[in-house]
């Protein structure tokens, strides 16, 4: 899918970084991502969405302990979609590093297999502009059998999210055979956050890296940093 030639392979630091997929063309998302990941004692390595593929994964000269998918701020209709096409192929195919999508990286589990089941909501669901507003947003919900799942510890239930997006996950995608690994583990009134059973593979529609007052969602996403470190040191 590479019009202009197979992508470089970037430079990495030595020992555990978080390599982190930038799907956003501004860089808006994925800063963030990276002052997080970063505030926690992680180096991090950001490659924009339509230079990484699964080839230059494996040419890496020190794999990372884990990858992050970002966010995105457009509407996939206006997105050419082959760009993300090594980004798909690492999530079809990477089972021995451990995997976040958020927001946007969510959707993308769910459309890595050739077909949609990502779509528009219908509205665009604002946490921050809701609070503005003095509105009270929908918190999220873990469900009963994953309370006790490491990647929720000290997160409350149901707790508040930092959402901003107009597209969610449709459960339709449970249906499909090759997603079998994939269990919802949160929700509100749609898909809020994924699991694998398969491997260290995680999901969340909810902004953890937003850091303010009122988000409690930094704790998943610490926690997934917490998981990634120890599946590294096991290895």
């Not at 992680?42 to 000269?61: E, F, G």
């Not at 529609?205 to 590294?232: D, E, P």
């Amino acid at each position: 899918p590479y019009v202009r030639g197979e992508p470089e392979v970037p430079d990495v630091p030595d020992g555990g970084y978080v390599l982190i997929v930038g799907n956003q063309m501004n860089g808006f998302t994925y800063t963030q991502i990276a002052k997080f990941v970063e505030n926690r004692g992680y180096a991090t390595v950001t490659i924009p969405h339509q230079k990484i593929s699964l080839k230059v994964l494996r040419a890496l000269r020190n794999r990372p302990m884990a990858i992050i998918f970002s966010g995105n701020n457009a509407d996939w209709q206006y997105l050419p979609l082959f760009e993300f096409f090594g980004e798909f192929e690492i999530i079809r195919k990477v089972y021995d590093i451990p995997m976040m999508g958020i927001c946007a990286g969510n959707e993308f589990y769910a459309m890595a297999y050739g077909i949609s089941f990502a779509h528009w909501m219908g509205w665009f669901d604002d946490t921050m502009l809701s609070l503005a507003k003095g509105q009270t947003p929908e918190k999220v919900r873990i469900l009963p059998q994953y309370v006790d799942d490491p990647i929720y510890e000290g997160v409350p239930n149901p707790f508040q999210a930092i959402e901003i997006h107009s597209w969610a996950i449709s459960p339709l995608f449970l249906r499909d055979e090759r997603y079998k690994e994939f269990h919802v583990t949160a929700a509100t009134s749609y898909i809020q956050a994924l699991k694998s059973s398969k491997r260290p593979a995680y999901t969340a529609q909810f902004h953890g890296a937003v850091v303010n007052k009122y988000n409690q969602s930094g704790t998943y996403l610490a926690n997934f940093l917490k998981v990634a470190k120890k599946y590294k040191r096991q290895k």
